[in-house]
T-cell receptor, first 113, second 111 residues
Framework: DGGITQSPKYLFRKEGQNVTLSCEQNLNHDAMYWYRQDPGQGLRLIYY???????QKGDIAEGYSVSREKKESFPLTVTSAQKNPTAFYLC????????????FGSGTRLTVV | GEDVEQSLFLSVREGDSSVINCTYTDSSSTYLYWYKQEPGAGLQLLTY?????DMKQDQRLTVLLNKKDKHLSLRIADTQTGDSAIYFCAEKGNQGGKLIFGQGTELSVKP
């Protein structure tokens, strides 16, 4: 079955460490997105990529980095520069301009310890 | 700029109808969406409506679109405890295919 897979489901990070969240899709979608979700704040866009080897900053890109070397993969690195990284992170993909909207992964909960 | 607003909470009794409202600002939106998020999970697409439609019905779900007022609603008939979740409204403008999400409405269904 086609889908979008995020791993790990739970991740713990020590202060000052970088961590990388994985997002892989086998839907042959061109576009991929990373969102951060905090209680009561909805979804905030971190980065997005519409084609391989290209990506753009979203609304809250500071302290995060991404790469898009393969169509299927869009990993997100949360760097030590991100002051408040504890949140639920969601990855999504879409064909691009189709009407069906986004397909979401099941999320990664990151906690700083 | 583009913005989508929703109320944060709604509480209903099992068997009643739920109506979740959303307002948006981008009059060029082509599609509008409703997503459901259960606790600790990703978002699932519930339904969507094209901007030239007024209404769309899909089993217990009815979407109403008032394009003049930029108002979208989701009605869930015969609400069940399994409908308890956060519901997100989203609009799709003409630029780059990105969706703009509302803050989400937490629906609580009491037995």
């Amino acid at each position: 079955d086609g889908g979008i897979t995020q791993s790990p489901k739970y991740l713990f990070r020590k202060e000052g460490q970088n961590v990388t969240l994985s997002c892989e899709q086998n839907l042959n979608h061109d576009a991929m997105y990373w969102y951060r979700q905090d209680p009561g704040q909805g979804l905030r866009l971190i980065y997005y990529s519409q084609i391989v080897n290209d990506f753009q900053k979203g609304d809250i890109a500071e302290g995060y980095s991404v790469s898009r070397e393969k169509k299927e993969s869009f990993p997100l690195t949360v760097t030590s520069a991100q002051k408040n990284p504890t949140a639920f992170y969601l990855c999504a993909s879409s064909i691009g301009r189709d009407r069906i909207g986004y397909t979401f992964g099941s999320g990664t909960r990151l906690t700083v310890v | 700029g583009e913005d989508v607003e929703q109320s944060l909470f709604l509480s209903v009794r099992e068997g009643d109808s739920s109506v979740i409202n959303c307002t948006y600002t981008d009059s060029s939106s082509t599609y509008l969406y409703w997503y459901k998020q259960e606790p600790g999970a990703g978002l699932q697409l519930l339904t969507y409506i094209f901007s030239n439609m007024d209404m769309k019905q899909d089993q217990r779900l009815t979407v109403l679109l008032n394009k003049k007022d930029k108002h979208l609603s989701l009605r869930i008939a015969d609400t069940q405890t399994g409908d308890s979740a956060i519901y997100f409204c989203a609009e799709k403008g003409n630029q780059g295919g990105k969706l703009i999400f509302g803050q989400g409405t937490e629906l609580s269904v009491k037995p």
